[in-house]
């Protein structure tokens, strides 16, 4: 039976200077599990997917910036399945489909790909997204590392 080995959560402004410092606190918790080189890098990359959308989407129409909050969390099992959530209360999604599709932007003045939420699923094993309008976002993604032996003992 799977039962959850650590634990964090964190709150952040919703400014491009902590998209980069996202990434690397989840990856500092991620490396716990020492996982390869190419496992930190789908985890940042897609971490950053998701925090970028909290930046440039949720809270558009915002004008008070210290309402503007990324939450983060993160948790990993003795499976070595590593999860993170990544949630904002902005304005939210109306269509979750639509806003998965490929290519699928609302920002394309800006030159936004429309391609976040495809990169979180092809880094990840598990992508699941909830959002409310009005009521805000919430991106989780899960990723099996293998875990160290001596971190859970036994035979993994």
């Known amino acids: 039976m799977k039962k959850c080995q650590n634990y964090f959560k964190t709150i952040l402004y919703a400014s491009s200077v902590n998209e980069s410092y996202s990434r690397i606190i ?3 918790f ?3 599990l020492d996982p390869t080189v190419e496992e ?3 985890i940042k990359t897609a971490v950053s997917e998701a925090v970028t959308n909290c930046i440039v989407h949720a809270y558009k129409n915002e004008t008070d910036e210290k309402k503007k909050k990324i939450y ?3 948790s990993y099992d003795t ?4 999860t993170v959530s990544v949630k904002d209360r902005g304005c939210g999604i109306p269509d979750i489909k639509k806003a998965m599709e490929p290519l699928f932007t609302t920002d394309a003045a800006n030159e936004r790909s429309g391609m976040g939420f495809s990169i979180m699923e092809s880094f990840t094993d598990k992508l699941h997204v909830t959002s409310r ?3 805000g976002t919430k991106v ?4 099996r590392l293998k875990p160290k032996k001596q971190l859970f003992g036994g035979n993994n």
């Open 40 to 42: 930190i890098a789908d």
């Open 133 to 135: 309008e009005g009521v």
């Open 79 to 82: 499976d070595g399945i590593f």
């Open 140 to 143: 989780t993604m899960s990723k």
């Open 30 to 32: 991620a490396s716990q």
């Open 72 to 74: 983060i969390e993160a």
């Open 26 to 28: 989840v990856s500092a």
